[in-house]
Every structure is written in structure tokens, then in C-alpha cells.
């Protein structure tokens, strides 16, 4: 029941935070988007010291670690295979522009006579 209340808390500040940015108007354009950033850190943080809240920071440090571990291709690797789809692209390009100036050729000319 104490998460929920956090999470309502946090709803509202954030709430708050966007009502700040239309009831500041008159003030200039960085102080109305400061009045939403500080709305929604103060949510962030609220939101943060619940059950779901913690599992979720859990989930972030495990999701690092596992994208440590990932092995990105090289430099040479990526630029290879971006050449590899770019012809692949092109191929296909010209393979579908044959095909349709072939049934434009098949239909138009032959069957219907239309020149």
C-alpha cells in the first residue's frame, strides 16, 4: 500500500511539475521547462525508493551488464556490411524495376495493345 501512495506522490509531482510549466507563462521558456524537469526528477526520485522501483534500478545495472559483454563489431566489419546491404539494396532495386517494366511490357504491348 506504501508503494502505491509513493507512486500517487510521484504522479502528482510530476503533475505539478507540467501544471508549473503552463502556470509560469509569462516567465521565460527556461525557468517553465526547469518548473517540468525538477517535476519529474522529484517523481523519478519518489518513484525510485519503491519495491518496483528498486527491482527496476536492479534491471537497469543487470541490463549494463550484459551490454558489457556484447562483442560490437569492428570498424572494418561494420563498414563491410553496410556495403553488403546497400548492393543487396541496389539489387533488389534493379530486380524489381525489370520485373515491373517486364509486366508493364507483357500487359500494355502485347495484351492490350496499347502503345
Given at each position: 500500500m506504501a508503494d502505491k501512495l509513493k507512486f500517487v506522490l510521484a504522479l502528482l509531482l510530476v503533475a505539478a511539475g507540467?501544471?508549473?510549466f503552463y502556470l509560469l507563462s509569462e516567465q521565460v521558456l527556461v525557468l517553465r521547462v526547469l518548473a517540468v524537469l525538477a517535476g519529474v526528477m522529484a517523481g523519478a526520485a519518489t518513484a525510485w525508493f519503491t519495491e518496483p522501483g528498486q527491482r527496476f534500478a536492479v534491471f537497469v545495472r543487470e541490463t549494463?551488464?550484459?551490454a558489457k559483454k556484447v562483442v560490437w563489431p569492428s570498424r572494418k566489419e561494420t563498414v563491410q556490411m553496410t556495403g553488403v546491404v546497400?548492393?543487396?539494396v541496389v539489387a533488389m532495386a534493379l530486380f524489381l524495376w525489370l520485373t515491373d517494366k517486364s509486366l508493364e511490357w507483357v500487359l500494355?504491348?502485347?495484351?492490350?495493345?496499347w502503345k
Open positions: 507540467v501544471a508549473g549494463v551488464t550484459e546497400f548492393a543487396f500494355y504491348d502485347l495484351v492490350l495493345n
